[in-house]
């Protein structure tokens, strides 16, 4: 399988490239693109959170004990003193980041249910779930959000299946398929358990909706397509301030992003 730093040099490309993307076509803020380039990069390490050990299940826990641990100190931090709040926050990390982890591989196996399809799925639903609920991102961001989650996830998988071929000797190792799957065929009541959470985390999940005009807008894409080549020179910037200053256009007014 590809190694920790493969996956996050993938994760950081693919989503840093989404991002940018989205920020040209005026989907999303700056400061959101980098948000999900972040989210995209932690989604490439989740389908290896149950790898136990390595520095992808670790850094996992630590961020997400780290998430949660700011989220409950932004909430009380107007009813506790300071040493109560350094209490819960440290109370918050340390149990999801040691005993969380611990327990949550008692459970699990690697190259299980999380490190297939539907585990990518449930990775980018509790993902928007998670921005929409506890960041308060709008519905439209969260599933960008979730998306680009679900995004990275995949990028991992396919790595992993394509380091399980040895071009060089011209064979397939015996990881081959292990990776790349819908579920885990070897305990598939894992996928049934799977199939309940999602529908439960759905039932929390933001509207997709607009997430959905968003995408099949024909205005959206065809800005992006006057945006993705430059029209004179490369990195000519000062013909495009010139061009920019003397047009009246500007980019589509789209449903569900950010004001």
């Known amino acids: 399988m590809a190694d920790f730093q493969t996956h996050i040099t993938v994760g950081v490309l693919t989503s840093g490239v989404i991002a940018t993307v989205a920020m040209a076509a005026a989907l999303v803020t700056p400061s959101e693109a980098v948000f999900l380039t972040i989210a995209g990069t932690i989604g490439s390490i989740l389908p290896d959170i149950d790898l136990e050990g390595s520095k992808q299940s670790r850094t996992v826990f630590a961020s997400f004990g780290m998430f949660f641990a700011f989220i409950a100190l932004f909430h009380y931090s107007q009813f506790l003193s300071i040493a109560e709040l350094c209490l819960l ?39 928007a779930a998670i921005f929409y609920n506890f960041l308060e991102k709008t519905d439209t961001v969260a599933w960008m959000g979730g998306s680009i989650i679900f995004i990275g996830a995949l990028t991992h998988l396919l790595f992993d299946e394509l380091y399980s071929i040895d071009f060089a000797g011209n064979r397939v190792k015996r990881s081959f398929g292990t990776a790349m799957k819908l579920f885990d065929y070897k305990k598939p009541a894992s ?26 807008s024909s205005d959206n894409w065809s800005y992006l397509r006057t945006r993705l080549l430059p029209q004179g020179k490369w990195f000519d910037i000062r013909a495009l301030r010139l061009r920019l200053a003397d047009s009246d256009e500007e980019a589509p007014t789209v449903t569900g992003t950010i004001e």
Do not use: C, D, Q
Request: charged share 10%.
């Open 89 to 127: 926050w440290l109370a918050i990390y340390i149990f999801i980041r040691y005993f969380l982890w611990k327990l949550f591989h008692e459970f699990t196996v690697h190259r299980g249910i999380f490190h297939s399809l539907i585990g990518n799925i449930f990775f980018g639903v509790a993902g």
């Open 191 to 216: 996928a049934i358990l799977m199939t309940a959470v999602l529908g439960g985390i759905l039932y929390v999940a933001p509207p997709v909706g607009n997430f959905y005009t968003l995408v099949k």
